[in-house]
């Protein structure tokens, strides 16, 4: 039946936010009320409020309307209520396919818009139609696509968060195809001798994509001597914790100058020089995360003997300049282990799959790694067999030569 609007009485009501009526009321405009509205006696209105308020907007002097007799007042509030709790909305997975495939059905309607010719229907009429932005209905398109595509993306609670995650995905096939294309060719200079600090000065500024490296901190956390004996760092710094702390201040400011803008670095430490390399870091200025990223080794370094724990992990500042978004995520704890003592070339030699890890969740294939205390030159190799361009420096003949050797194995294994 229809009903007079100005004939309805409405009570108080359990809602307040009434939604997006304007939308409702152009959903009535094109196809008609497709549920009437329910009264009871005295034409007091039951359930349809935002249905009707669409009509009042649309200008109606009528609305549909079903009557229902012998209903209390009691009744009706419980049928208002039931109404209002048990409608299902969408989940967001139903959200965005129903657009969808709204916007396809559209097309077939009227035809698609051809971009630069206009005519036909495009993501704007379908936004004006759904009463939302442009943005939003483009971004609900996409997901609806890619939840085709990726089902993984169904998992997501929010459709905020899904497309958070399938822009990750879109990165990271990005980066794997960018991978494919990329051919870095190994470079027997890629590691310079000499001081870092007078080799940096020399370097042009914003050249480098990422750094990792660990300085020579004249004892690691085991206690045993970095520098070798008679080695060129041994005589320039031997165990004079003033110059070793001078020589990283005045590297990690020329590291700073070299990275580029949002780009990250890596730098590990002994634990005991926790809060002046972390002040050191701050002041060249990279933004550090207090909490250190963990290698875990397997297996101590250095017996307990009876008197104190063994060694078994290293710790790692991540730094930052700018806002470079890490390419994936991983614990920050990496239980990699250590290289066998009989395969070192350096006493505290990395493993290339610790640092493979480090470079390729910060950094693109073909971008340039440095490290400016290449010791065996590990980075530099890890560098390469991530495709991207190790660049390093180290001041100690021996160490330099057998990184050298290191690099051009990589080069002829490559051929």
Sequence with gaps: MKIKIKDIKVDSRFR????????????????????????????IL??????????????????????????????????EI??????????????????????????????????????????????ESLGTSVASV?????????????????????K???????????????REELSDRVDVKVDSSSIVRGDCLNI????????IDLIVTDPPYGVDIGGVTEAKPGSSWDKVYGDDAYK???????????????????????????????????????????????????????????????????YSYEPCFYCQKGKRVLNTYLSDVLEIKRVPANQKIHPTEKPTALLRKLIEISSHPGEVV??????????????YESNRKGMGVELDKSYWQAATERINLIGKEEK
Excluded at 160 to 174: D, G, H, P, V, W
């Design 46 to 79: 039951v359930a349809g409020e935002r249905r009707l308020k669409a009509h009042e907007i649309l200008g109606k002097i009528d609305i549909e309307a079903t009557l229902l007799k012998d209903v209390d007042e009691l009744t009706r509030r419980e049928i």
């Design 160 to 174: 905020s968060s899904a497309f958070k995650r399938f822009q990750r995905i879109r990165e990271r096939l990005a």
């Design 370 to 383: 440095f490290d400016p205390f290449s010791g065996s030159g590990a980075v530099v190799a890890a560098a």
């Design 138 to 158: 483009s971004q609900d398109l996409t997901l609806a696509k890619a939840i085709k595509e990726f089902p993984e993306l169904h998992k997501e609670k929010t």
């Design 200 to 207: 940096m000065k020399t370097m042009k500024s914003g050249m």
């Design 244 to 310: 070793i702390m001078d020589m990283c201040n005045r590297a990690f400011k020329e590291c700073f100058r070299l990275i580029k803008d949002d780009r990250h670095m890596y730098v590990f430490f002994g634990m005991r020089f926790y809060k002046e390399i972390y002040k050191s870091l701050i002041e060249a200025g990279f933004v550090v995360s207090e909490i250190p990223i963990i290698w875990s080794k397997g297996s101590p370094s250095t017996p307990g003997k009876g008197r104190n724990w063994g």
């Design 16 to 43: 307040d936010d009434y939604g997006d009526i304007e939308s409702l009321s152009v959903s009535i405009q094109r196809y008609g009320l497709l549920h009437p509205i329910v009264l009871g006696e005295g034409n």
């Design 82 to 127: 039931e109404e209002n709790i048990r409608r299902k909305n969408f989940t967001w997975q139903e959200e965005v396919v129903s657009k969808l495939e709204l916007d396809k059905i559209k097309r077939k309607m009227y035809g698609s818009t051809i971009p630069g010719h206009g005519g036909g229907w495009g993501q704007r009429d379908t936004a």
